[in-house]
């Protein structure tokens, strides 16, 4: 049989001798020359002079027109010629024929169909390869697969394919069975090791299926195995997905309803003004209401600042104790206040601590104040019953004074008309001259005494008496300070003498005066206080300062002075240095406040070993609070 078109096939230059239009030779491969006996020198002559015979001649002839003129391949056979030659018509030059051995077309020809067939086979591969990989849906990818699986085989105008999978899914023709078909072609599908399904070729003709089909159809059993298990894995994790999203949306629940609570919490935190840390058993910060409060940090140090814990930790004993402490405790000039709450976990044991710190250096301030006023009340009500019970004998005295002096007057002239008769009179065991002359200057200092008895009275009654607070009083700083120092003259005399050096027409200025009395007070007893030793000496000094128009007091004594870390907290609350011996720090701060709410200045001029100086100016015009 001779194939009707050689025009694609591809064979060595070596094996074929092309004429042209003319029938002349253009081309002689080497094998073809010795087949029909020529040389190289023979080219460019017309093919049928080689041969003698001109009836040969006139057949060659035909055939090669009819070649041209049906373009399709003619046997030339030629006597004495062997084997048998074909002649074609050229696919790259028109009228050109080509001539070869028969037999040589025909294994090309037969290498060019297998060639065909495996790109066919590749394409198929390729194709359903890409439908799997490409379609989402395992039903459309193998609709689509069945077009490429039977384009794939050599016949395919005879060809059914059938893919059957477990459970009863059958894709492609189902009425197929391998009882009807002329020939089958059947791979198991495979997956995790178990067979899922099957897939058939069928010739509806009688044909044989080639090895490389065979192989085709185990490649393709492959593929779809894979993408099976390409779905199967992916099902697997659509159902993980899906539990994922449905714990997620609870987890989103959960986070929302602690978020709120968190706010919630936050918002609690944020309201309460006290300090309040949740500390871990290595007493690490792990929640806190203050900016300044570092998470992770120890609690004493981002607390207080203090590298060493606090005494009596309420934390600690939280801890150890699995109860709730509390403790009071000191740090500088402020108190606070400090609360534990142990949080015990599931086990009962304690997890973590709440504590708070409330700093109650305002209500301890309160609370000296008030103690302090408790005794000075205390103290007015027994100044003023001491000045009623002395009041009351004075009075007497007072009286009396004054008659014993007018009964003198009259007495004195009777005497001395006795006593000059009588030289040696001697009265209260004393010789009349010397009683003459000294009785009435007794009368008169006792006298003097009871007026100085009444004024001291006036004193502690003044003392005593209610303060409305008020800075509407016309306050007489000389006339305060000469009052006072009679009420405490006697015990600063015992460590100092006192030197006054009080301004003439100081002028008055508005206040209170027991406010201003209490100053002049402390002023005085710190003075005495800070002198050791004899020599002791005080001086109260008034002035008026014209340009300013202020009122200047200045007490000065010559006592141990102060250094400079005292000087500048000796008017800041409960900073004393007289702690053992009962100070309790609030005298000269409640006198600093008093000070301002005059609208005045107070200031400390002091040295160690060389004294201390408290200078005070006061305005002419009410006191304005600071």
């Given at each position: 049989?001779?194939?009707?078109?050689?025009?694609?096939?591809?064979?060595?230059?070596?094996?074929?001798?092309?004429?042209?239009?003319?029938?002349?030779?253009?081309?002689?491969?080497?094998?073809?020359?010795?087949?029909?006996?020529?040389?190289?020198?023979?080219?460019?002559?017309?093919?049928?002079?080689?041969?003698?015979?001109?009836?040969?001649?006139?057949?060659?002839?035909?055939?090669?027109?009819?070649?041209?003129?049906?373009?399709?391949?003619?046997?030339?056979?030629?006597?004495?010629?062997?084997?048998?030659?074909?002649?074609?018509?050229?696919?790259?030059?028109?009228?050109?024929?080509?001539?070869?051995?028969?037999?040589?077309?025909?294994?090309?020809?037969?290498?060019?169909?297998?060639?065909?067939?495996?790109?066919?086979?590749?394409?198929?591969?390729?194709?359903?390869?890409?439908?799997?990989?490409?379609?989402?849906?395992?039903?459309?990818?193998?609709?689509?697969?069945?077009?490429?699986?039977?384009?794939?085989?050599?016949?395919?105008?005879?060809?059914?394919?059938?893919?059957?999978?477990?459970?009863?899914?059958?894709?492609?023709?189902?009425?197929?069975?391998?009882?009807?078909?002329?020939?089958?072609?059947?791979?198991?599908?495979?997956?995790?090791?178990?067979?899922?399904?099957?897939?058939?070729?069928?010739?509806?003709?009688?044909?044989?299926?080639?090895?490389?089909?065979?192989?085709?159809?185990?490649?393709?059993?492959?593929?779809?195995?894979?993408?099976?298990?390409?779905?199967?894995?992916?099902?697997?994790?659509?159902?993980?997905?899906?539990?994922?999203?449905?714990?997620?949306?609870?987890?989103?629940?959960?986070?929302?309803?602690?978020?709120?609570?968190?706010?919630?919490?936050?918002?609690?935190?944020?309201?309460?003004?006290?300090?309040?840390?949740?500390?871990?058993?290595e007493y690490k910060v792990v929640l806190s209401n203050n900016d300044k409060i570092q998470v992770g940090?120890?609690?004493?140090?981002?607390?207080?600042?203090?590298?060493?814990?606090?005494?009596?930790?309420?934390?600690?004993?939280?801890?150890?104790?699995?109860?709730?402490?509390?403790?009071?405790?000191?740090?500088?000039?402020?108190?606070?206040?400090?609360?534990?709450?142990?949080i015990l976990c599931d086990e009962g044991e304690v997890e973590r601590v709440v504590e708070t710190v409330n700093d109650v250096t305002n209500q301890k301030q309160?609370?000296?104040?008030?103690?302090?006023?408790?005794?000075?009340?205390?103290?007015?009500?027994?100044?003023?019953?001491?000045?009623?019970?002395?009041?009351?004998?004075?009075?007497?005295?007072?009286?009396?004074?004054?008659?014993?002096?007018?009964?003198?007057?009259?007495?004195?002239?009777?005497?001395?008309?006795?006593?000059?008769?009588?030289?040696?009179?001697?009265?209260?065991?004393?010789?009349?001259?010397?009683?003459?002359?000294?009785?009435?200057?007794?009368?008169?200092?006792?006298?003097?005494?009871?007026?100085?008895?009444?004024?001291?009275?006036?004193?502690?009654?003044?003392?005593?008496?209610?303060?409305?607070?008020?800075?509407?009083?016309?306050?007489?700083?000389?006339?305060?300070?000469?009052?006072?120092?009679?009420?405490?003259?006697?015990?600063?005399?015992?460590?100092?003498?006192?030197?006054?050096?009080?301004?003439?027409?100081?002028?008055?200025?508005?206040?209170?005066?027991?406010?201003?009395?209490?100053?002049?007070?402390?002023?005085?007893?710190?003075?005495?206080?800070?002198?050791?030793?004899?020599?002791?000496?005080?001086?109260?000094?008034?002035?008026?300062?014209?340009?300013?128009?202020?009122?200047?007091?200045?007490?000065?004594?010559?006592?141990?002075?102060?250094?400079?870390?005292?000087?500048?907290?000796?008017?800041?609350?409960?900073?004393?240095?007289?702690?053992?011996?009962?100070?309790?720090?609030?005298?000269?701060?409640?006198?600093?406040?008093?000070?301002?709410?005059?609208?005045?200045?107070?200031?400390?001029?002091?040295?160690?070993?060389?004294?201390?100086?408290?200078?005070?100016?006061?305005?002419?015009?009410?006191?304005?609070?600071?």
């Open positions: 049989m001779i194939p009707e078109d050689y025009s694609s096939v591809w064979i060595c230059l070596q094996d074929v001798l092309i004429l042209d239009t003319d029938n002349q030779i253009v081309h002689s491969g080497d094998s073809m020359q010795a087949i029909l006996g020529i040389s190289d020198t023979s080219i460019k002559r017309r093919f049928v002079d080689i041969f003698p015979g001109s009836d040969e001649r006139i057949a060659i002839e035909e055939v090669l027109t009819s070649v041209r003129n049906e373009k399709k391949a003619h046997s030339l056979e030629i006597t004495g010629i062997d084997p048998t030659l074909t002649a074609f018509p050229s696919g790259g030059h028109q009228g050109q024929v080509v001539i070869a051995v028969q037999s040589q077309l025909e294994a090309a020809n037969r290498m060019q169909h297998q060639l065909k067939e495996r790109v066919k086979e590749l394409e198929c591969l390729y194709n359903i390869s890409r439908e799997m990989k490409g379609s989402q849906d395992l039903d459309e990818a193998i609709e689509a697969s069945m077009k490429h699986l039977i384009a794939g085989f050599q016949y395919p105008d005879i060809t059914s394919v059938k893919i059957q999978l477990k459970p009863g899914k059958v894709y492609g023709d189902r009425n197929m069975v391998p009882e009807t078909a002329a020939n089958t072609l059947e791979k198991p599908i495979v997956l995790g090791g178990r067979e899922i399904g099957r897939i058939f070729v069928f010739y509806r003709k009688p044909a044989e299926f080639l090895e490389e089909e065979d192989a085709l159809l185990t490649e393709i059993a492959i593929i779809l195995s894979n993408r099976l298990e390409r779905l199967k894995y992916v099902r697997t994790l659509e159902k993980r997905r899906k539990v994922l999203l449905s714990k997620n949306e609870k987890l989103l629940e959960l986070t929302e309803v602690c978020s709120t609570a968190r706010k919630k919490l936050q918002a609690v935190l944020d309201a309460i003004t006290d300090k309040l840390v949740v500390i871990g058993p940090g120890i609690c004493h140090k981002e607390t207080f600042f203090s590298d060493d814990r606090c005494e009596n930790c309420p934390s600690e004993i939280a801890f150890n104790e699995s109860r709730p402490a509390v403790t009071e405790l000191r740090r500088g000039d402020k108190y606070y206040f400090i609360r534990a709450y142990p309160m609370e000296a104040q008030l103690f302090q006023s408790y005794k000075l009340a205390s103290i007015g009500k027994l100044v003023a019953g001491v000045a009623h019970e002395i009041n009351n004998p004075n009075t007497f005295i007072r009286g009396n004074v004054k008659i014993v002096q007018e009964a003198f007057q009259d007495i004195f002239p009777l005497l001395d008309s006795i006593y000059a008769n009588q030289p040696d009179l001697k009265l209260a065991r004393l010789n009349y001259g010397i009683f003459r002359k000294h009785i009435p200057q007794l009368i008169e200092d006792i006298n003097h005494g009871t007026d100085r008895i009444n004024k001291i009275v006036l004193g502690l009654r003044n003392f005593a008496k209610k303060d409305d607070g008020l800075l509407t009083e016309d306050v007489d700083l000389n006339n305060l300070i000469r009052n006072n120092l009679r009420i405490v003259k006697k015990e600063i005399g015992k460590c100092a003498s006192i030197r006054e050096n009080l301004a003439d027409d100081l002028p008055i200025f508005k206040g209170n005066k027991q406010k201003m009395e209490q100053v002049l007070m402390n002023l005085l007893t710190n003075a005495a206080q800070a002198i050791i030793g004899e020599h002791g000496l005080i001086t109260i000094q008034t002035s008026y300062d014209a340009e300013a128009k202020n009122v200047v007091l200045q007490i000065q004594d010559n006592g141990t002075g102060m250094d400079e870390k005292t000087r500048k907290h000796i008017f800041d609350p409960f900073y004393t240095t007289k702690r053992n011996s009962g100070g309790t720090g609030l005298g000269l701060s409640i006198l600093y406040g008093i000070i301002k709410d005059h609208g005045g200045t107070i200031n400390v001029d002091s040295e160690v070993g060389e004294g201390t100086t408290f200078t005070i100016r006061l305005p002419l015009g009410r006191g304005e609070t600071s």
